[in-house]
């Protein structure tokens, strides 16, 4: 088995110990050293690294293994590493920041479904290249998102479509609601710290710079920022030192979302002459949303969105069934370019940089709000499989009435077909069922048809032997979901035309 050395500066990290490719031994060995450099490698004596993610100014990143769970569960261990320039305050702060990290994704995360579960934050003591010292190295241990971030998928897939980038205004809006009613200040919004799950989540990354409010915002107790920021991503409060709000956050997000829009760097879209963001020429979007983009990036705290609830609110609404989120291909190549910093699985904050002045910022209003649930609507590939899934349901659930009741011309046989098909639209539209939901319902429905006893009554012609009969419904099943698909495409053009014409 590869396992990977976290020690900082080692020549040869990568390892190999073949005892420990048998599960006997991996789950009993006690410990295993670095052949190079003697760092131990089974960290708090289960994780075990087995490569590198990324790396910054403050740490590093491991994608590593968990052996005390029966799947050896993927996870990401993330090492307190800060640069050999730091002076003594700078240090200080950058381990505040991590162990800071570690309590918001305990108090956040797992409570949080967008947010990664804090698995483990410990301590390593290893030998030092000094003779009779040790070295003392911070780790944490998150869950592993699977996917890409945003700043990755631009690079790959091009430019977003205003769609898509609706799409992570609403995601990443809900759970900035989130963290700032809790008290956080996350501080480092931009497109690397996004991570698109497999799944299609999206998943707020790197807490490294967060920051409690302490006090209310504007009131004299409260302190100012620590200076921690992306460049090109960061308001001018950050920038300055100075307090910082909930519309920091929002500022943040709003030159994320225009970089995705266009593939251009911060730098390229900010005209520092005039002290104005010149991006409107550079894509289509419609006048909403890029009069709530240009409300989020206003130089003054005050003159934003003053929550996230607020930015929420003012998103156009959308159709129930959503347009799908899809990336539009572009030339992208501004995109591939990386950003001043970049944090790969939450790996790595910014290298700290000195306050300038300690201008007194304006006092923003409340940042109290009521939650609010918003759920986003469905991408193309939801809405599909939804229809699809109807369609089969519906199907399935024509012939299992139809053979209790013997006939499909009876009243009640079309009330109560109705009556199940709304209530499976309705079921997928509440979100109370879908995913995997989806494919166990229909296994278990094509199941329970198939044993009926009576579908000689509907389905005369077929063998009266299981396989013959699971065929056939199965068949019937599929057609009926393909006809649904090809209604809700239909729909789905003629929405969009009516809603372009009128």
Same mark, same amino acid.
Request: include cysteine.
């Given at each position: 088995?590869?396992?990977?050395?976290?020690?900082?500066?080692?020549?040869?990290?990568?390892?190999?110990?073949?005892?420990?490719?048998?599960?006997?031994?991996?789950?009993?060995?006690? =410990?295993?050293?670095?052949?190079?450099? &003697?760092?131990?490698?089974?960290?708090?004596?289960?994780?075990?690294?087995?490569?590198?993610?990324?790396?910054?100014?403050?740490?590093?990143?491991?994608?590593?293994?968990?052996?005390?769970?029966?799947?050896?569960?993927?996870?990401?261990?993330?090492?307190?590493?800060? #640069?050999?320039?730091?002076?003594?305050?700078?240090?200080?702060?950058?381990?505040?920041?991590?162990?800071?990290?570690?309590?918001?994704?305990?108090?956040?995360?797992?409570?949080?479904?967008?947010?990664?579960?804090?698995?483990?934050?410990?301590?390593?003591?290893?030998?030092?290249?000094?003779? &009779?010292?040790?070295?003392?190295?911070?780790?944490?241990?998150?869950?592993? !998102?699977?996917?890409?971030?945003?700043?990755?998928? %631009?690079?790959?897939?091009?430019?977003? @479509?205003?769609?898509?980038?609706?799409?992570?205004?609403?995601?990443?809006?809900?759970?900035?609601?989130?963290?700032?009613?809790?008290?956080?200040? /996350?501080?480092?919004?931009?497109?690397?710290?996004?991570?698109? /799950?497999?799944?299609?989540?999206?998943?707020?990354?790197?807490?490294?710079?967060?920051?409690?409010?302490?006090?209310?915002?504007?009131?004299?107790?409260?302190?100012?920022?620590?200076?921690?920021? @992306?460049?090109g991503f960061a308001p001018p409060e950050q920038m300055r030192g100075d307090m910082v709000y909930p519309a920091t956050?929002?500022?943040?997000?709003?030159?994320?979302?225009?970089?995705?829009?266009?593939?251009?760097?911060? $730098?390229?879209?900010?005209?520092?002459? $005039?002290?104005?963001?010149?991006?409107?020429?550079?894509?289509?979007?419609?006048?909403?949303?890029?009069?709530?983009?240009?409300?989020?990036?206003?130089?003054?705290?005050?003159?934003?969105? =003053?929550?996230?609830?607020?930015?929420?609110?003012?998103?156009?609404?959308?159709?129930?069934?959503?347009? *799908?989120?899809?990336?539009? @291909?572009?030339?992208?190549?501004? +995109?591939?370019?990386?950003?001043?910093?970049?944090?790969?699985?939450? +790996?790595?904050?910014?290298?700290?940089?000195?306050?300038?002045?300690?201008?007194?910022?304006?006092?923003?209003? @409340?940042? +109290?709000?009521?939650?609010? #649930?918003?759920?986003?609507? *469905?991408?193309? %590939?939801?809405? %599909?499989?939804?229809?699809?899934?109807? &369609?089969?349901?519906?199907?399935?659930?024509?012939?299992?009435? +139809?053979?209790?009741?013997?006939?499909?011309?009876?009243?009640?046989?079309?009330?109560?077909?109705?009556?199940?098909?709304?209530?499976?639209?309705?079921?997928?539209?509440?979100?109370?069922?879908?995913?995997?939901?989806?494919? !166990?319902? #229909?296994? &278990?429905?094509?199941?329970?048809?198939?044993?009926?006893?009576?579908?000689?009554?509907?389905? *005369?012609?077929?063998?009266?032997?299981?396989?013959?009969?699971?065929?056939?419904?199965? !068949?019937?099943?599929?057609?009926?979901?393909?006809?649904?698909?090809?209604?809700?495409?239909?729909?789905?053009?003629?929405?969009?035309? %009516?809603?372009?014409?009128?």
């Amino acid at each position: 088995m590869d396992v990977y050395c976290t020690r900082p500066g080692c020549s040869r990290p990568q390892n190999h110990f073949s005892d420990l490719d048998d599960p006997a031994t991996l789950r009993t060995v006690q =410990q295993k050293f670095c052949t190079t450099c &003697g760092m131990p490698q089974l960290l708090a004596g289960r994780y075990l690294p087995v490569r590198l993610l990324g790396q910054g100014g403050f740490g590093a990143a491991f994608l590593a293994r968990d052996r005390y769970t029966p799947a050896m569960r993927q996870c990401v261990v993330k090492q307190f590493q800060p #640069s050999g320039d730091l002076n003594a305050a700078q240090l200080q702060v950058a381990q505040n920041l991590f162990e800071r990290e570690a309590q918001v994704l305990e108090s956040l995360g797992n409570r949080h479904r967008q947010i990664p579960d804090l698995l483990a934050f410990f301590e390593v003591d290893a030998p030092s290249s000094s003779p &009779g010292k040790a070295d003392t190295y911070f780790y944490l241990v998150q869950e592993f !998102i699977d996917g890409e971030n945003l700043e990755e998928e %631009l690079a790959r897939r091009g430019t977003f @479509s205003e769609e898509a980038v609706r799409e992570v205004l609403r995601e990443i809006l809900q759970v900035l609601q989130f963290v700032h009613e809790n008290g956080s200040i /996350h501080r480092d919004i931009k497109p690397s710290n996004i991570m698109r /799950h497999k799944d299609g989540r999206l998943f707020l990354l790197d807490f490294g710079a967060v920051k409690q409010v302490t006090a209310a915002a504007g009131s004299p107790g409260g302190k100012a920022s620590t200076g921690i920021y @992306s460049m090109g991503f960061a308001p001018p409060e950050q920038m300055r030192g100075d307090m910082v709000y909930p519309a920091t956050d929002l500022y943040a997000l709003a030159v994320t979302c225009i970089t995705l829009l266009t593939g251009e760097q911060p $730098s390229q879209l900010y005209d520092a002459y $005039s002290n104005t963001w010149k991006w409107r020429d550079r894509t289509t979007v419609s006048d909403a949303l890029a009069t709530l983009l240009d409300q989020m990036l206003e130089a003054t705290p005050s003159q934003r969105p =003053q929550s996230a609830e607020a930015a929420q609110a003012s998103l156009r609404p959308v159709p129930p069934v959503g347009i *799908p989120p899809a990336v539009v @291909s572009s030339t992208g190549a501004a +995109a591939a370019a990386a950003a001043p910093t970049t944090s790969l699985q939450g +790996a790595a904050a910014p290298a700290p940089a000195a306050s300038a002045s300690a201008t007194p910022a304006p006092a923003p209003q @409340s940042m +109290a709000s009521r939650p609010v #649930s918003v759920s986003s609507p *469905p991408s193309l %590939l939801e809405y %599909l499989a939804g229809a699809a899934f109807t &369609g089969f349901e519906g199907g399935l659930l024509a012939i299992g009435i +139809a053979s209790l009741i013997g006939t499909l011309v009876n009243p009640m046989f079309w009330v109560v077909w109705l009556m199940g098909v709304l209530g499976l639209v309705y079921a997928q539209s509440r979100r109370w069922i879908e995913r995997m939901d989806l494919v !166990i319902i #229909s296994v &278990g429905t094509l199941i329970v048809v198939v044993m009926f006893p009576f579908l000689n009554r509907v389905l *005369p012609g077929v063998d009266d032997n299981l396989f013959s009969l699971f065929r056939v419904v199965l !068949i019937l099943g599929i057609l009926t979901g393909l006809a649904a698909v090809v209604i809700a495409i239909i729909f789905r053009l003629v929405y969009l035309l %009516l809603s372009r014409v009128l």
